[in-house]
C-alpha cells in the first residue's frame, strides 16, 4: 500500500501518478489534496508519512512544485527517510543505497511521463542493504539526537 498526497501545485500530477497506480493494480491511500485551491504542503506531507510510520503504508509519495518544501516536511516526520528526485539515476539510488521510503517529485519541474517513471523504479527496486545499513542506521541516530562524532 502506497501513501500519495500533495499540495496543490502538485494535484495535476498527483492525478497522473493515481493513473499509472490504478492501471498497475497499486494500492494506495490518496491523502489530499483533493483540487489546485490553495494548501499547505506540510499537512499533505504528515498525513502521507504517518501513515508509512504507522504501517498502514510501505511508502509515500509527495508532490508539490519543486519536491524540496514537501520533502523538507517529510523528513520531519519520525522514521521517514524522503527524497526530492527529479531523474531517474537518483530515484533508483534512493532506494538501493538510502532505503528511502517517501519519493517527493516537483509538478513545476518534472513532466507527467518522466514522473511516472520515478515513481515505477522507486516503487520496484529494492534496498540493498549490506554496507548501506550502517550509514541508514547513522541517519535513524542522528533523528534520535545521538552524536555521530
Do not use: W
Not at 499509472?20 to 489534496?33: A, H, M
Not at 527529479?86 to 514522473?115: E, M, Q, V
Amino acid at each position: 500500500m502506497i501513501s500519495i498526497g500533495s499540495d496543490h501545485a502538485g494535484y495535476p500530477l498527483k492525478e497522473e501518478i493515481k493513473k499509472y497506480l490504478d492501471e498497475n493494480n497499486i494500492e494506495y491511500i490518496d491523502v489530499g489534496c483533493y483540487s489546485t485551491d490553495s494548501v499547505d504542503y506540510a499537512v499533505s506531507a504528515q498525513k502521507a508519512c504517518d501513515k508509512v510510520v504507522s504501517g498502514e503504508c510501505e511508502r509515500a509519495i509527495l508532490v508539490c512544485g519543486t519536491g524540496i518544501g514537501i520533502s523538507m516536511a517529510a523528513n520531519k516526520v519520525k522514521g521517514i527517510r524522503a527524497a526530492a528526485c527529479s531523474d531517474y539515476f537518483g530515484a533508483k539510488y534512493t532506494r538501493l543505497h538510502n532505503d528511502a521510503n517517501c519519493l517527493c517529485l516537483g509538478a513545476r519541474i518534472t513532466g507527467a511521463g518522466s514522473a511516472i517513471e520515478l515513481v515505477d523504479v522507486f516503487l520496484h527496486t529494492e534496498f540493498e542493504g549490506g554496507r548501506h545499513q550502517r550509514r541508514i542506521n547513522q541517519i535513524m541516530d542522528i533523528q534520535d539526537g545521538k552524536r555521530l562524532y
